[in-house]
């Protein structure tokens, strides 16, 4: 029907919750390849952690953004503020809003 393969070595198993399937008898499988069990997992640029919680995908976000802006900083020969500022809204801005997770939900520890 949809006429698309699916790609087993892209694929793996996700267990949400608090009972972890990591020690299970239970073996999924593709076309004979055993999907890899795993703590979190990326699916369209968010990563997803078998708790649910965005604190591994905020992480991830923000170490993306401080090497762009870091590179900015490194690569830029004038160090005009205006240039800075318009090179970080084009380079840095997108990959901080891309998938904006709501996390008003978390508590600094």
Request: proline letters at 4%; charged letters at 20%; hydrophobic letters at 40%.
């Amino acid at each position: 029907m949809w006429q698309l393969s699916v790609s087993p070595s892209k694929c793996c198993v996700l267990s949400v919750g608090k009972k972890v399937l990591e020690d299970s008898s239970l073996k999924l499988s593709i076309d004979d390849s055993t999907l890899p069990v795993v703590n979190s997992c990326v699916d369209l640029g968010i990563t997803i952690s078998n708790d649910l919680s965005p604190r591994l995908h905020i992480n991830t976000i923000v170490a993306k953004a401080h090497k762009r802006a870091n590179a900015i900083h490194r690569c830029f020969i004038s160090k005009d503020v205006s240039t800075l500022i318009r090179a970080f809204i084009v380079y840095v801005r997108p990959i901080v809003e891309y998938n904006i997770v709501r996390c008003g939900h978390l508590t600094v520890k």
